[in-house]
């Protein structure tokens, strides 16, 4: 299809289109290596290092091009990656990081992704030895080929046997003086902490692995822990007068405890479940496709059932969070530029087109006759009752 689109097109046209589809497809190979993982101690951790060269928020992460630039990026404390002994040849080992990036890395991860904690490191090992007093996990890490010994270490162990699927091929990374440990000999991956990155380090001539504190101008390799969907949640919050807030509106087909929420398709069903108190979820106008991009609309019964319609720790706001927090510019921008509900269903199953407004579901008791509902639109707020057949957002808080 697109070879044929190539030849009705003049010749300039051709050059600019080819150009562009060559860059997405070199970003789409990184993104799919990036993409395989293997689970171990119940974490998915990526198959391959990574190749990341900006923060989630965009900024980008400085490439050192020689000693000196890596040199000078550790003085100022300046986030920054380099290739192998700075050479693109060497781009198929991925990125090696300083530790400055791999702050900027754990506070501002790729989506869907975090910086492994010494706790999943630990997790991961612990997976992955026979036994406590196992002194041989580091074979078990180590890739199938490319480990080389000189003859001072012929004897010891070379290659591991990649029981766990790690795959730590011998990539080399940079050692405190700031000098390149050559590929074949050893890795180093980054490990997050509270307070400096600490390095879990594998090398050529032993079968177990060092867990050992950052030392100046180290630089290590990273690879990913993939986020869970409530992990991802936390990344994603808007932080308003401390506390958390959905970044979009809750769009779960399924209860925390994994029982499915009946999906009205028709406004029959929705007064079915409503009548009956069983907690729904609809789209406006009952349209999957017109709905999806402004999240589901769920019914009381939703809200206040015992299986938890929100995460673990994350809950229904009250009038009084609503008022706070759309006084906040981001707050009103993810709202209304993102995730604006145009449409609600009133007291009698019918959808209402509102238009430019914010219509969710606050904080109340289960003996209220009639549940609240926040309405917002761009100038004002109020606070309304509604009844129990009506269908709102919910927004969720953490506190």
């Known amino acids: 299809m697109r070879l044929q689109i ?154 591991g046997n990649n029981a766990s699927g790690f795959t730590a091929r011998p990539c080399g990374y940079i050692v405190a003086s700031g000098v390149h440990i050559a590929a074949h000999q050893g890795v180093s991956y980054w490990v997050a902490t509270t307070s400096k990155p600490k390095g879990l380090t594998l090398a050529r001539y032993y079968s177990h692995y060092q867990l050992i504190a950052t030392q100046k101008m180290e630089g290590r390799y990273l690879r990913f822990i993939k986020t869970t969907p409530t992990e991802e949640l936390m990344n994603d919050a808007l932080k308003i007068d401390g506390h958390l807030w959905m970044p979009a509106n809750a769009d779960y087909t399924h209860y925390q405890n994994g029982d499915p929420i009946p999906y009205a398709e028709t406004e029959k069903e929705w007064i079915h479940y409503c009548s009956q108190g069983i907690g729904a979820y609809c789209y406006k106008f009952f349209d999957e496709e017109l709905g999806k991009p402004h999240g589901k609309l769920y019914n009381v019964f939703a809200t206040r059932d015992v299986r938890g319609l929100l995460p673990k720790g994350w809950s229904i706001p009250t009038h009084d969070d609503f008022d706070k927090a759309v006084t906040h510019h981001s707050f009103r921008k993810c709202y209304f530029n993102q995730g604006i509900i145009e449409d609600k269903v009133n007291k009698r199953g019918k959808i209402l087109k509102l238009g430019g407004v914010l219509d969710c579901w606050t904080e109340c008791k289960e003996d209220n006759k009639y549940p609240n509902c926040y309405h917002s639109v761009r100038n004002g707020s109020n606070g309304s009752t509604s009844g129990k057949t009506e269908a709102c957002g919910v927004r969720g808080i953490k506190k």
Not at 45 to 62: A, F, H, Y
Not at 89 to 118: C, D, F, M, W
């Open 6 to 159: 190539f030849v009705a097109l003049d010749m300039f046209q051709y050059k600019y289109i080819l150009v562009v589809l060559l860059c997405s497809c070199f970003v789409r190979k990184e993104g799919d290596a990036q993409n395989k993982t293997v689970n171990l101690g119940g974490l998915e951790w990526s198959l391959e290092n990574s190749s990341v060269k900006r923060l989630r928020d965009g900024k980008e992460i400085k490439q050192a091009r020689s000693k000196s630039e890596w040199k000078k990026a550790y003085s100022n404390g300046e986030p920054a990656w380099c290739y192998l002994n700075f050479d693109e040849a060497n781009k198929s080992h991925g990125l090696i990081y300083n530790a400055s990036a791999i702050q900027a890395l754990i506070k501002s991860p790729p989506k869907g992704y975090r910086v492994p904690t010494e706790a999943d490191w630990l997790k991961m090992l612990e997976s992955v030895k026979k036994n406590e007093m196992d002194l041989t996990a580091g074979i078990r890490l180590k890739s199938t080929e490319g480990w080389q010994l000189d003859s001072v270490y012929e004897k010891v162990q070379k290659n």
